[in-house]
């Protein structure tokens, strides 16, 4: 049995599973040393553009499948919020697959009473709205520059230089124009308070966060780059996880620890 870290929830999006750049085998390994009383799938975990175009199921991505189902039968209760590249699933909105619901916006409650609106985030993003097909092609160069960012980064570590993401840096000067057009944030945060919630759960822009207002903004971040994860302990306190370095510090530990390595955001 190997070591596991408990938390209340676990909140993960933009797996990407069909897709070449999918961390499938990371987000299997990280599910696979957590237990927790709630799952959040919080979209875009199965790349449907991708294989409507090209079949891609590597059996690391039938692994990730296999522990979220063996989640289930531990006891954990799995919610899967589609986003925009899974959105065929959202007309099954309130159906139950193997323990798996379906939920086109979950309502969470944190342990200190907190209400807090779980949806992807692709509803506030006007180019994805608007322009789907500038969407398909930027998703598919996106990709490529994932793919380039890994052999790169690769000949940086046989020079011993540090991680560098060429992908990030020039996604984030595209993307947060196009947020910035469209107030990613902002519109979500308005979405959740003119709703009567205390926060807002989402993911989409690849891009983990968290950031405190009249209502607290919570990104999950992604498993095609940054293979990132939200926790809720069980007091509360939401924290965002860098899932890799966690899986390796536990593989590394010669004895079970009581809590993960230093969290990236808290809040």
């Known amino acids: 049995m190997g070591i596991k870290l408990s938390y209340r929830s676990v909140f993960i999006s933009d797996l990407h599973l069909g897709s070449g750049t999918s961390m499938a085998a990371q987000a299997a390994d990280f599910l696979k040393h957590v237990e927790c009383q709630h799952l959040y799938l919080v979209g875009d975990i199965v790349d449907m553009w991708r294989l409507r175009s090209r079949w891609r199921w590597p059996e690391c991505h039938h692994r990730f499948i296999r522990r979220v189902l063996k989640m289930v039968q531990q006891g954990t209760h799995v919610t899967f919020v589609p986003g925009n590249h899974d959105d065929s699933a959202r007309e099954y909105d309130g159906l139950n697959f193997g323990g798996i619901v379906v939920r086109r916006e979950a309502e969470h409650l944190t342990a200190d009473n907190r209400r807090l609106l779980v949806i992807h985030g692709d509803e506030a993003d006007l180019v994805v ?43 984030m000067k595209v993307k947060s124009a196009c947020t910035h057009v469209s107030r990613f944030e902002d519109t979500l ?66 004895v079970p620890v009581d809590a993960a390595p230093t969290p990236a955001t808290t809040a």
């Open 189 to 254: 945060e308005r979405i959740a308070t003119d709703r009567g919630f205390d926060g807002v759960v989402c993911g989409h822009i690849h891009k983990p966060e968290i950031r405190r207002g009249t209502v607290d903004y919570f990104n999950c971040g992604d498993w095609v780059e940054t293979g990132s994860a939200l926790v809720e302990d069980f007091d509360g306190q939401m924290q965002i996880i860098d899932g890799v370095a966690m899986v390796e510090h536990l593989e590394a530990s010669p």
């Open 129 to 171: 709205r608007n322009y789907q097909l500038l969407s398909s092609i930027g998703g598919a160069i996106y990709d490529h520059l994932v793919v380039a960012n890994r052999w790169y980064n690769h000949y940086r570590r046989l020079r011993g230089k540090p991680y560098w993401s060429m992908s990030k840096a020039i996604k």
